[in-house]
């Protein structure tokens, strides 16, 4: 599911662009489709991401 957003709507972003997404932690029935949103964005070169610890988990990502 995350996955799929983030191949949309990567390629249309503006520099400086932020992407936030919930439940990256809870609730456990999301976290396998949490993990792989974190990997694939991470690996995508002109973003920068981190976790935050905030409710049920934000993946915070800035783009270029």
């Known amino acids: 599911r995350y996955v799929a ?3 949309l ?7 400086a ?4 997404a919930d ?3 809870e609730p456990p ?5 949490a993990l792989a949103y974190q990997a694939c964005v991470r690996a ?5 991401s981190v976790l935050a610890d ?3 988990g934000l993946e915070v990502s800035r783009y270029r």
């Open 29 to 33: 029935s999301a976290r396998e489709h």
């Open 54 to 56: 905030v409710g049920n």
């Open 23 to 25: 439940n990256m932690l």
């Open 9 to 15: 709507l990567h390629p249309k972003l503006a520099d």
């Open 44 to 48: 995508t070169r002109d973003v920068s």
């Open 5 to 7: 957003v983030w191949e």
């Open 17 to 20: 662009a932020l992407v936030v």
